[in-house]
């Protein structure tokens, strides 16, 4: 599957984003979606996930409360809306998609990179104080 990131931006600090990632399949609903975030110099670090009816979600705790994930199976799009933001958001952020593994949704296993197997291009979000 081919995923297509967009939506980010420079937005001032406590300000909003809403990043969209769109699909190339309708196969879409069977997959989990997630969004990392990879800042200069530190290593990809997962945001949120979602399973693959909307019905669940996961989140980093530093995002918790200020981001949401949702999605819409019949766009095919997952889309991370961003809220309060600051500068230690400043980072480009991947989604991906998870395709394997149970049908059952289980939000804390799944916070590393490589329990996804297809991902976007990458949006560049900046936070400026």
């Known amino acids: 599957v081919q995923l297509q990131a967009s939506g980010g931006g420079l937005v001032q600090a406590g300000g909003s984003l809403r990043l969209s990632c769109a699909a190339s399949e309708r196969t879409f609903s069977l997959y989990v979606m997630g969004w990392f975030r990879q800042a200069p110099g530190k290593e990809r670090e997962f945001v949120a996930s979602?399973?693959?009816?909307?019905?669940?979600?996961y989140y980093a705790d530093s995002v918790k409360g200020r981001f949401t994930i949702s999605r819409d199976n019949a766009k095919n799009t997952v889309y991370l809306q961003m809220n309060s933001l600051n500068h230690e958001d400043t980072a480009v952020y991947y989604c991906?998609?998870?395709?394997?593994?149970?049908?059952?949704?289980?939000?804390?296993?799944?916070?590393?990179?490589?329990?996804?197997?297809?991902w976007g291009q990458g949006t560049q979000v900046t936070v400026s104080s």
């Open positions: 979602i399973s693959r009816s909307g019905g669940s979600s």
């Open positions: 991906a998609a998870r395709a394997r593994g149970s049908i059952y949704y289980s939000g804390p296993s799944y916070l590393s990179p490589t329990d996804y197997d297809f």
